[in-house]
C-alpha cells in the first residue's frame, strides 16, 4: 500500500479504518496495474492517469466512489455530482460485498470517461 493512503486510513477512527483498510486493500488486489495517491485530500486510483476510484471519509460514513460509475449500470451504486461518478457508502466493513466490489472494479477498468482530459475539453466528458 501507497505510504500516503496508509497515513489516510490510520488517521481515521477505529471502524473507518478497518473500512478504508478492506477498501484499499482490494483495489490494490484487482487492480495492480493503478496507480495510486491522494489526490484532493483522499485516496483515488488512476489507470492511465484517468481517476477510476477512490474513497473519502464523510461526516457519517466512508463513500466508495468510481468516476465513471453511472455507465456501470448497477442499482446499489448512487449518482454522485454532475459528470459521471456514482458513489456508495459505509458505516461498517461488513457491510463491503467483496463479489460486488470486485465487479465494480472490473468495470472501472472496462467503462471510462476521460477525466484526464476534461479540462482539456472544456468540462466536456468523452467515454473512452
Same mark, same amino acid.
Not at 80 to 109: M, N
Given at each position: 500500500? %501507497?505510504?500516503?493512503?496508509?497515513?489516510?486510513?490510520?488517521? %481515521?477512527?477505529?471502524? @473507518? %479504518? !478497518?473500512?478504508?483498510?478492506?477498501?484499499?486493500?482490494?483495489?490494490?488486489?484487482?487492480?495492480?496495474?493503478? !496507480?495510486?495517491?491522494?489526490?484532493?485530500?483522499?485516496?483515488?486510483?488512476?489507470?492511465?492517469?484517468?481517476? #477510476?476510484?477512490?474513497?473519502?471519509?464523510?461526516?457519517?460514513?466512508?463513500?466508495?466512489?468510481?468516476?465513471?460509475?453511472?455507465?456501470?449500470? !448497477?442499482?446499489?451504486?448512487?449518482?454522485?455530482?454532475?459528470?459521471?461518478?456514482?458513489?456508495? *457508502?459505509?458505516?461498517?466493513?461488513? %457491510?463491503?460485498? !467483496?463479489? @460486488?466490489? #470486485?465487479?465494480?472494479?472490473?468495470?472501472? *477498468?472496462q467503462i471510462q470517461w476521460d477525466y484526464k482530459n476534461i479540462v482539456k475539453r472544456k468540462?466536456?466528458?468523452?467515454?473512452?
Amino acid at each position: 500500500m %501507497q505510504k500516503d493512503i496508509a497515513e489516510y486510513n490510520k488517521a %481515521q477512527n477505529a471502524s @473507518d %479504518q !478497518e473500512i478504508c483498510a478492506k477498501l484499499s486493500g482490494m483495489i490494490d488486489t484487482v487492480l495492480p496495474e493503478a !496507480e495510486s495517491k491522494i489526490w484532493h485530500g483522499h485516496p483515488v486510483w488512476f489507470l492511465n492517469g484517468n481517476p #477510476v476510484a477512490g474513497y473519502s471519509k464523510l461526516k457519517d460514513s466512508v463513500r466508495l466512489l468510481f468516476w465513471s460509475g453511472q455507465s456501470f449500470d !448497477e442499482p446499489e451504486l448512487k449518482k454522485e455530482g454532475s459528470f459521471k461518478a456514482a458513489e456508495k *457508502r459505509y458505516t461498517s466493513a461488513d %457491510q463491503i460485498i !467483496e463479489d @460486488d466490489l #470486485v465487479r465494480w472494479l472490473e468495470k472501472s *477498468r472496462q467503462i471510462q470517461w476521460d477525466y484526464k482530459n476534461i479540462v482539456k475539453r472544456k468540462g466536456k466528458l468523452i467515454r473512452l
